[in-house]
């Protein structure tokens, strides 16, 4: 059988592998990596070469959906769209997508004119192009003068983006992966690298083998540590604790790079000071810790290593996800400053995105202390945990969901729900019917990464412009936004994605202005 080859970027995890998809009959029949792709270097890991059939699923979201309940409370709704309703089953109504954003601009305006411009809300994913998250905040913050708009990017990998900044200005990853070979020691901390990253995995594995320079630091045992010359299971919550004995080590040993912190650095002095006063950063502390008593020697071994080398940390959600994770964070970048592995080919820190455009989303300002580019946004809004305290209060009345299910991946499950309860509205736009989607009022069903064109940003800041693998006749993220702005008075005139893009390059012309789609 013949198929038409076309080449795009994987849709799963932040690594942003360069694939190719064999295509007849608009479906996908295998995926593969590009064999000169500089990403993938010619490999997939199972989820980008297997993970396609969601494509055509039956379960799709092939027509928008109306809650009946919500017509029902609506009557005036209702009325103005009543010949486009068919009935689906006891709880919803299919539509047009016209009649659906109509309906959904209709009640967000009342809802506006009733409890004011902030009590809306929109919360997003992270699996959506650039285009759509930028035009998804820009829809909150101009058209609907909401401040309140954040995305799950911010709840895995916020921390890294607050502790790189604040330390060292940029929230990203500051080298290529290809790094991995130029480097002299490697350290992983909170990282199932072979299962949440394997093709990243791979490099860490090839030079391993080589040079046997990785260091392991992780609660439990895994894979990565068949492969390291150090491997240290830490204590549940110690990760920072770990992090300030390894500065203990290299300030107490003066490892540390003067020259680098004289000139690169400010408040050594103050910070030297406390790391060497506090009891809890001496690695002999371990001694005390039944079990854990060879971390004191273990932990000093990997510090002085790390120093005195051409050094990378990797880490990923271990290091984030916990309630210290912006200060891990700042420790990481701390060590980094410390020993001047920083700035230079194979020396440097790596952030582990989490799903394919969790940089890009927040480069799109989709935070709800950021506009586009890391800017310093007209007024700063309510983080997803602050929204759903706001929720339960009556403050806000609206959200527009896009790719999130908050309704599922969040802790406290019975408090969310109590949270949602409260809204008045919720509009959601997704692929498929997910728990988010079963509250909604309104859900519109929307193009996949495989059906669409678009700008990804992976976890090194490398831009890929993914092309439609498939051809589909649901709408992109950004053409429901723009048609809501459009119901609601304003004067959204994007034609394409690239119409979009180009505003992105004008807007956040510090990180993007040379990134056309032609260059892409």
């Not at 913050?141 to 909401?146: A, E, G, K, L, T």
């Not at 240290?232 to 080590?249: D, K, Q, S």
């Not at 959200?399 to 949270?419: C, F, S, T, V, Y």
């Amino acid at each position: 059988m013949h198929y038409t080859e076309i080449e795009s970027v994987c849709t799963y995890c932040g690594v942003g592998c360069d694939i190719v998809a064999q295509v007849d009959d608009n479906k996908i029949h295998k995926i593969r990596a590009d064999k000169d792709g500089y990403v993938s270097q010619g490999k997939l890991c199972i989820k980008g070469k297997y993970g396609f059939n969601f494509v055509n699923s039956d379960a799709r979201l092939r027509e928008p959906r109306i809650a009946k309940r919500f017509l029902e409370k609506n009557p005036h709704i209702r009325a103005e769209i009543e010949g486009a309703l068919k009935p689906l089953d006891e709880t919803w109504y299919t539509t047009d997508l016209q009649s659906a954003v109509k309906a959904a601009a209709m009640k967000l305006t009342e809802i506006r004119k009733m409890y004011g411009d902030e009590s809306f809300c929109a919360i997003g994913g992270a699996r959506t192009s650039c285009e759509s998250a930028y035009l998804f905040q820009k829809f909150t913050r101009d058209s609907m003068n909401s401040p309140h708009v954040d995305n799950c990017a911010r709840v895995c990998h916020s921390p890294s983006l607050k502790g790189m900044r604040a330390t060292i200005g940029e929230g990203a990853a500051t080298n290529p992966y290809n790094d991995i070979y130029e480097t002299e020691f490697i350290l992983i901390i909170g990282s199932n690298t072979t299962e949440a990253h394997p093709i990243v995995a791979n490099r860490i594995i090839d030079v391993a083998r080589l040079h046997d320079n990785v260091a392991v630091i992780d609660v439990r045992e895994i894979k990565m540590m068949k492969y390291a010359k150090h491997k240290a299971i830490i204590p549940h919550e110690a990760n920072l604790l770990v992090l300030n004995m390894m500065a203990y080590v290299i300030l107490k040993d003066e490892l540390y790079n003067k020259k680098f912190v004289e000139s690169r650095t400010t408040g050594f002095e103050a910070y030297k000071e406390k790391i060497l006063d506090d009891p809890y950063a001496n690695p002999e502390f371990f001694k005390k810790i039944p079990g854990y008593e060879h971390l004191a020697t273990l932990i000093p071994i990997i510090a002085r290593e790390y120093a005195l080398k051409k050094s990378m940390i990797f880490w990923g959600l271990g290091i984030t996800e916990h309630i210290d994770g912006s200060y891990a964070v700042m420790a990481i970048t701390h060590l980094a400053l410390l020993t001047g592995n920083i700035g230079k080919t194979g020396a440097g820190l790596m952030p582990l995105r989490g799903q394919n455009n969790v940089q890009g989303a927040c480069d799109m300002g989709c935070l709800p202390y950021y506009d586009p580019d890391y800017q310093t946004p007209r007024k700063v809004g309510l983080m997803t945990p602050q929204l759903v305290d706001a929720m339960l209060e009556g403050k806000i009345k609206a959200l527009l969901n896009m790719g999130e299910d908050i309704a599922h991946i969040h802790p406290n499950r019975n408090k969310i729900d109590k949270a949602l309860n409260e809204l008045e509205f919720i509009m959601v736009q997704e692929l498929f019917m997910t728990e988010i989607a079963k509250r909604a009022d309104i859900v519109v069903g929307v193009k996949s990464a495989y059906e669409k064109e678009g700008v990804y940003v992976n976890a090194m800041r490398r831009l890929h412009l993914s092309q439609p693998i498939v051809k589909s006749d649901l709408p992109d993220d950004w053409e429901v936004i723009k048609m809501l702005d459009n119901a609601m008075g304003g004067n959204y005139d994007y034609k394409t994605s690239e119409d979009v893009w180009n505003e992105v390059r004008e807007v956040a012309h510090r990180r993007f202005s040379g990134a056309s789609y032609l260059r892409l």
